[in-house]
């Protein structure tokens, strides 16, 4: 029997990482239909990724993470993406959890890596309700509920907010203190897993809360002029690592139209293949565009992130309000595309055993997601381009 090759965890290069992501792009096509009925990524799944790597990207160097930049999460994503959605949504929201841990001090990393630099955290920004905390000796009890929490099924710990008095803090707290509540019954992104998480007065040790208004606006509570990834902009972090998803199942849609073209003909027509349609043929070039623009918007957000913290060069508001509105265009086009692509492939597109159903209903609903849809962003970055605040319509800039 063979055993599997052992992975180098020193710190890769953007390649090789890209590499290791499209190494197990057939293996993600190939579970994405059982991914999706089951609600949740398969165990080998998971387990691939992890191995492979691909949660470490956020993870500080010294705790034996590669600490690497938003440009190789984007492009990472975007590949894994190209197999399964969903396996991409879960690896992108993992590392942005460990970005935000990662802003903590020392000792709140140390308890998340310091026995697994492959620990995984998941992200939950959704103000909850029920969310309450209460002051103790030494930190915080908190209980509520957090819905959507992508990830959830795969974590070691989770980030979550709650409030503490007039503010809302960051939480860390391990997965094995909370639990979870099955939730997520929807019709796209069903692997994500994205259920609610359960808090029933855990405590907080006071190292593991942060202030979370004053990290959205770049504040640091621990200056490291040593790893300038946690200079990085917190919003076009939480904005980029759910665009790869998308991308790659875009990507995927079009690889897959365009391999069955020339033996599909067209009904009620005389093609007896899609190629020979000049119809079809703008059709497929329209939706490669429209692919090709979202790639540029979510990569012009990844490098202005990444240059930013590279020179420890604090984003402005138009600036971020613009990454705002870059992301909502990626989404927006990469819908548009598979719409597009849909149509030209034909009714059995819609057919069960057909993966661009799958492709369809993940990004009619990833693309919806409340960072992106509800016109929020075009508003954001209008009133930024007519000089007036565009904080009074939303934080998250």
Not at 167 to 186: C, G, I, Q
Not at 345 to 353: I, W
Request: hydrophobic share 40%.
């Amino acid at each position: 029997m063979k055993t599997a090759p052992l992975i180098d965890h020193s710190v890769p290069a953007h390649d090789e990482l890209v590499e290791r992501a499209a190494a197990l792009r057939e293996q993600l096509w190939e579970d994405a239909a059982e991914t999706d009925k089951n609600r949740r990524l398969p165990d080998r799944g998971i387990t691939a990724i992890t191995d492979a790597g691909l949660i470490r990207l956020m993870t500080p160097k010294r705790l034996g993470g590669y600490e690497t930049d938003v440009r190789n999460v984007l492009d990472v994503t975007t590949e894994l993406g190209r197999g399964c959605g969903s396996s991409a949504w879960v690896t992108g929201v993992l590392n942005s959890g460990n970005f935000m841990a990662g802003l903590f001090p020392d000792r709140a990393r140390d308890d998340v890596w310091g026995d697994n630099p492959d620990a995984r955290t998941a992200l939950m920004l959704v103000a909850s309700p029920t969310a309450a905390s209460e002051p103790v000796d030494g930190g915080l009890l908190v209980s509520g509920e957090w819905g959507y929490a992508s990830g959830s099924l795969h974590c070691d710990w989770v980030a979550m907010l709650v409030p503490v008095g007039d503010e809302r803090h960051m939480v860390l707290a391990p997965m094995s203190e909370l639990s979870v509540k099955d939730t997520w019954f929807v019709t796209g992104m069903r692997g994500t897993g994205s259920n609610t998480v359960l808090a029933d007065k855990v405590f907080v040790p006071r190292h593991r809360t942060m202030p979370y208004m004053p990290v959205v606006e770049g504040e640091r509570f621990t200056p490291r002029p040593d790893e300038p990834l946690y200079r990085s902009s917190v919003s076009g972090v939480l904005q980029v690592f759910l665009l790869g998803a998308m991308i790659g199942e875009a990507q995927a849609a079009l690889a897959h139209v365009l391999e069955k073209a020339p033996r599909r003909a067209i009904a009620s027509s005389t093609y007896k293949a899609q190629t020979d349609s000049v119809p079809f043929q703008i059709d497929v070039a329209d939706a490669a565009t429209l692919i090709d623009t979202a790639r540029f918007h979510a990569t012009r957000i990844a490098d202005t992130v990444d240059r930013a913290a590279r020179l420890d060069e604090p984003l402005d508001v138009p600036a971020r309000a613009r990454m705002r509105m870059d992301a909502a265009n990626t989404a927006r086009k990469c819908r548009e595309a598979v719409d597009l692509l849909m149509t030209a492939h034909g009714t059995s597109a819609f057919a069960e055993f057909s993966p661009l159903q799958r492709i369809w209903r993940n990004i009619s609903m990833g693309s919806r997601h409340g960072g992106f849809g509800a016109r929020i962003p075009e508003e954001v970055y209008g009133k930024a381009l007519l000089g007036q605040d565009p904080r009074q319509t939303s934080y998250l800039l």
